[in-house]
């Protein structure tokens, strides 16, 4: 059974940073490309930032330059530091592998930035 477990989520000021986690237990997280996605309320997932199984990295251009997503292929934990960021960037995060799975989502963590 796969589970992936986002962490790392919160209330954050506009211009701090966060960093978020996920988890990744009976897939072989190493061998996979993964991403972080985000949902707006009403909207679909969409990836924000995606990482190859040899470390290439791309980036949507709402987060290019402020967010960073890296990998731990010993921890199968995959990381998005998001730094400088907005009232925009709030909504909930997921991770999934590229391309997502939809039995892989799991439950989440939620981003809030307001003063």
């Known amino acids: 059974q796969v589970q992936l477990v986002e962490s790392g989520g919160g209330r954050v000021q506009p211009g701090g940073s966060l960093r978020l986690s996920c988890a990744a237990d009976g897939i072989n997280f190493s061998a996979n490309a993964m991403g972080w996605y985000r949902q707006f309320p009403g909207k679909q997932r969409a990836v924000i930032a995606a990482i190859t199984k040899g470390g290439s990295t791309t980036y949507a251009d709402s987060v290019k330059g402020r967010f960073t997503i890296s990998r731990d292929d010993a921890k199968n934990t995959v990381y998005l530091q998001m730094n400088l960021v907005k009232p925009e960037d709030t909504a909930d995060y997921y991770c999934?592998?590229?391309?997502?799975?939809?039995?892989?989502w799991g439950q989440g963590t939620e981003v809030t930035v307001s003063s």
């Open positions: 999934n592998i590229i391309p997502f799975r939809v039995a892989y």
